[in-house]
């Protein structure tokens, strides 16, 4: 009987080791897997600090140019040189950039 016990005790100690290092495997994955989706959550969040960055300094530029178009002199002066109008009486000579 003794040599019965003893197998039955061995059987549960090896089943016992056997689903201790699946769990801690599996944990492990489990654990790994997060630690890569939070990397990857990090370096998305470093990307879209750099494009709000960006985007604010764009809007600045914007807020500028819109308080520029506020003034009907620089209107003028922008339509004139941008879409070639003219004042009455003003000739417009287009000169090729080298």
Do not use: C
């Amino acid at each position: 009987m003794a040599g019965k016990s003893r197998k039955k005790t061995r059987r549960r100690i090896f089943l016992l080791g056997f689903s201790s290092v699946f769990v801690i495997v599996a944990m492990t994955f489990t654990i790994g897997k997060y630690w890569i989706e939070i990397f990857d959550k990090y370096q998305e969040k470093k990307s879209l600090d750099k494009e709000l960055i960006h985007l604010k300094e764009k809007e600045e530029e914007l807020k500028v140019d819109a308080n520029k178009l506020q003034n009907p002199d620089y209107v003028a002066r922008y339509a004139r040189e941008k879409y070639l109008y003219s004042k009455e009486g003003e000739y417009i000579l287009q000169i090729p950039e080298e």
